[in-house]
């Protein structure tokens, strides 16, 4: 199934619960916003375009569990579900971006029952297109991959961080779709593994050949010259950066002194060019994902710790950025990006 969807007989939001991955693969339900918030805030679900798509579910589920008898009532309701969803997770802009897409097609409703159906439509729309977008940025991406080629992954830019098919893994099914033989070296991404747990694992369903390599080594098997290239997701982009998961800008540093090209690839949803770094925040979480590996405990219990989720690459590191919309060269010119979102 897809990583997020609508199930139409409960009206419930149900998911690929990717936190048991790859030991287990199982589908949850979230009939309340509380547990949607659970959800994305334990990483069930996750990655920029998908945390998208559940923005845009989590207003249709805030729609169909309200109990309002007035139009102007259920709007308060969603406005207040919106702002609890946003507030989860503040970093990857396409959250906000599906909440208040789906928010403002609300706001066109006459009646309770349009104003239930248009949040539905508009939130499976946003699942739909993702799928579109992914596909297209995927195969205008592809042009950039030679036969042969082998590409680093950092975290999890697959069809599990979207509704399906993926980013950075997009271009690289594009590249094996035109007939390419493309490997891929995914680095184990900690604190939390996305990569080894869950990169690794869907490349190995498609029989996309992997090699899995820890944070640490991205260095020297670029100094060995066993990458061609580097692609990455976004879970925003700011005029001056690329915000990814945190190890992001250490691999862009290192592609760079390699001459390495390193390729960002995210759809237009993940632009956020009114903005600079300096005015992003970037979500800290718990210190205990560094303390415990599982139930064991791999720190002293009182060590100080930093665990930022996330970090930024300056622009003057990326040699393109892919989109639906084609690909941006340097530099990244705000007009540019405008005419073409
Ligand atoms: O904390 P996560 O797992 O949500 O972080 C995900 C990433 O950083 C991805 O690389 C990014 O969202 C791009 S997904 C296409």
Redesign the pocket.
Known sequence: MRTIDWDYEKNNIVMIDQTLLPGEYKIIECSTIESLREAIRM?RV????ALGAAGGFGIALSAFRSDASSLDALLEDIKTAGETIIATRPT?VNLSWGVRRVTSAVEDARNLKEAKAFALDEAKAIADEDVEKNMKLGESGAALLEDGDTVMTH???GRL??VDW???LGVIRGARAQGKDIRVIACETRPLN?GSRITAWELMEDKIPVTLITDSMSGTVMRKGMVDKVI????RITQDAVF??IGTYTHSVLAKEHKIPFYVAAPISTFDFEHLEDEIKIELRKPEELKFFGNQQIAPLNVEVYNP??DATPMENVTAIITENGIFYPPFLINEVKIKI
Request: charged residues 15%.
């Open positions: 990483l996750r990655g920029a375009p990857a975290c999890n830019a961080a979207c993926g980013t950075a996305q990455v997701g976004a879970d990814n998961k989720a996330f």
